[in-house]
């Protein structure tokens, strides 16, 4: 166990989901796995392991902001040896084209800055998805016929922004979504050579104001886990 994890040895797998939300990650669980059983209950950030399809599966939350998900995401890795780590969770259309409800996968994850700031220092490194998993949720997402957009996505420090222009240059370079946790994860993923990828479900959209009321964010969300664990598997 860790200092915010406390599952035993042996007790997560090598495939980690990570939600933000807790009780996403519980809901998830309960939904697509095999007897899951709790495996982390610190500070209330709950984690489950069970089997899909046979194979050990992980739902770990993360908590919001990259902060908080570089710290469950390092422990993971270091101390649990997870392999492979895909975010799941929502974020903000960023263009016309992407509608909510549409699931993004963000191929890069531009930021102003992220944890590993301080080991990068001057370079602007650009982290990005693991491109195999990146290729089966694709796959995954068209076998499904759920609208899905590959390409980038930015990573906010901030949820209440007050920086409209910067926005707006996120938008003219094409940038999808906005998050708040997935830069950092590809980083962790880049120094450990482990592989990530963050499968994104649009609840709201920045330029036309519309919003997934909370009691429709869960059914909705239910293709972006399939996708998910179909590409760790696939």
Not at 41 to 61: A, K, S, Y
Not at 195 to 214: K, M, Q
């Amino acid at each position: 166990m860790t200092i915010h994890i406390g599952a035993k040895p042996g007790e997560i797998a090598e495939t980690v989901l990570m939600p933000g939300d807790p009780y996403r990650a519980k809901w998830a669980a309960e939904t697509f796995l095999d007897n899951p059983v709790c495996i982390n209950q610190v500070r209330g950030m709950l984690g489950f392991t069970g089997t899909w399809n046979g194979h050990p599966v992980t739902i770990q939350g993360s908590g919001m902001g990259m902060p908080s998900l570089s710290i469950y995401a390092n422990e993971l890795i270091s101390t649990y040896g997870a392999q492979t780590l895909i975010r799941i969770g929502s974020c903000g259309g960023m263009q016309d084209s992407v509608k909510v409800r549409d699931v993004i996968l963000a191929m890069t994850a531009s930021s102003l800055s992220t944890p590993s700031r301080g080991i990068f220092k001057e370079l602007n490194f650009a982290p990005s998805a693991d491109f195999g998993l990146l290729h089966k949720a694709f796959h995954a997402a068209e076998a499904k016929g759920v609208a899905t957009h590959v390409g980038g996505i930015y990573s906010s420090d901030v949820f209440y922004d007050e920086r409209p222009d910067l926005n707006e240059q996120m938008m003219r370079h094409g940038i999808l979504g906005v998050e708040m946790e997935a830069a950092e994860l590809y980083n962790l993923a880049a120094r450990h050579g482990r592989r990530a990828l963050a499968v994104l479900t649009v609840s709201d959209h920045l330029i036309t104001g519309e919003a997934l009321p909370s009691e429709d964010r869960e059914t909705s969300f239910g293709d972006m886990v399939e996708i998910a664990l179909t590409a760790a598997f696939a």
